[in-house]
């Protein structure tokens, strides 16, 4: 099982990052009526999908895409420090070994058991990235059907505030710590297998 590391360093400019995008779309405005930023009435395209952002993309044997998830370095503009503060009780989490996890969407049309799988497929990328990049804890934030899924995982999860309401829907800020045991405690609720990480070229990157 392969995933797809990469940065895009310009939004739609490629048919990978449109159909992303037009995912995202689906998910977060069309289903989750959530209140984002859409381009053309197609793609769900926000301030953090800059060339500093780390996709990781599932697809099928076919080529489509079954999920994506985005990477940002907390030393950079980031949802959490940027629109989110408001979720911590504590300070936020920052650090080079410290990013926040976003944009984590699965392709609704695909079957609930396969979606669970390609969930369980991303959670394990990501935690392969951070072992082998020295990235020891990620945040995230969360709305309620997602919070129940991170906490019952098994890997060590550290609220950062308590959930608030946002839009009517319960949200909460989460620390997620990331070392050698986090495999074995995933594996032990059947959500970790590893991972092949497959990178793509990486774009030079201005300061």
Not at 141 to 157: I, N
């Amino acid at each position: 099982m392969s995933i797809q590391v990469e940065y895009i360093p310009v939004p739609l400019a490629t048919q990978t990052s449109k159909t992303m995008h037009r995912e995202r779309k689906r998910v977060f405005r069309d289903i989750m009526q959530w209140d984002v930023p859409i381009i053309d009435d197609q793609y769900e395209v926000d301030q953090f999908d800059t060339k500093h952002a780390l996709y990781f993309l599932r697809r099928d044997s076919d080529g489509k895409l079954l999920g994506s998830c985005r990477l940002l370095e907390s030393q950079r503009s980031h949802m959490l420090s940027d629109v989110f503060s408001h979720l911590c009780d504590v300070d936020i989490p920052v650090g080079p070994n410290v990013w926040e996890i976003t944009r984590a969407c699965i392709t609704p049309s695909i079957r609930t058991a396969d979606r669970l799988l390609v969930r369980n497929q991303m959670v394990s990328a990501v935690v392969d990235y951070a072992l082998v990049n020295g990235i020891d804890t990620y945040t995230c934030v969360c709305s309620a059907g997602w919070l129940a899924q991170v906490l019952a995982m098994g890997w060590v999860v550290e609220p950062l505030g308590l959930p608030r309401p946002i839009d009517g829907v319960l949200t909460a800020a989460l620390k997620i710590d990331i070392d050698a045991t986090t495999p074995k405690r995933l594996r032990l609720n059947n959500i970790y297998a590893p991972t092949e990480l497959a990178f793509a070229a990486a774009p030079a990157l201005a300061a």
